[in-house]
């Protein structure tokens, strides 16, 4: 089993910026994708941002390409996620999920999930 933990979710301002981490513990393999989904009420999960293990191979959703950067610390078992620019539309909860193997952008890929954290951007 592989535990996620996220944190860094919160309250900010439109234009401001948020670093959220996941960190996972338990079983890990040498090679595993940690991707970052979003959702916001009504609405359906919704890819974010993945990264490999390794940190060669990175991949974003369309609304945030430019905005978010993805990245890890294997050291510490943390994906980082530096958001930038935020906008009102950012606002949602925000889940890390793992898998092994590769990256994948569709949420049913991923076989364990942190519990979330919220992100509001107030505009």
């Known amino acids: 089993q592989v535990q996620l933990v996220e944190s860094g979710g919160g309250l900010v301002q439109a234009g401001g910026s948020l670093r959220l981490s996941c960190q996972a513990s338990g079983r890990t393999f040498s090679n595993y994708g940690i991707g970052w989904f979003r959702q916001a009420p009504g609405k359906e999960r919704e890819f974010v941002s993945a990264?490999?293990?390794?940190?060669?191979?990175?991949e974003y959703g369309d609304s945030v390409k430019g905005r978010f950067t993805i990245t890890i610390d294997n050291a510490k078992n943390t994906v980082y996620l530096q958001m930038n620019s935020l906008k009102f539309e950012d606002t949602a909860v925000y889940y890390c999920?793992?898998?092994?193997?590769?990256?994948?952008?569709?949420?049913?890929?991923?076989?364990?999930w942190g519990q979330g954290t919220q992100v509001t951007v107030s505009s």
């Open positions: 999920a793992a898998r092994w193997g590769t990256i994948a952008i569709m949420a049913s890929s991923y076989d364990y």
């Open positions: 990264i490999t293990k390794t940190g060669g191979i990175t």
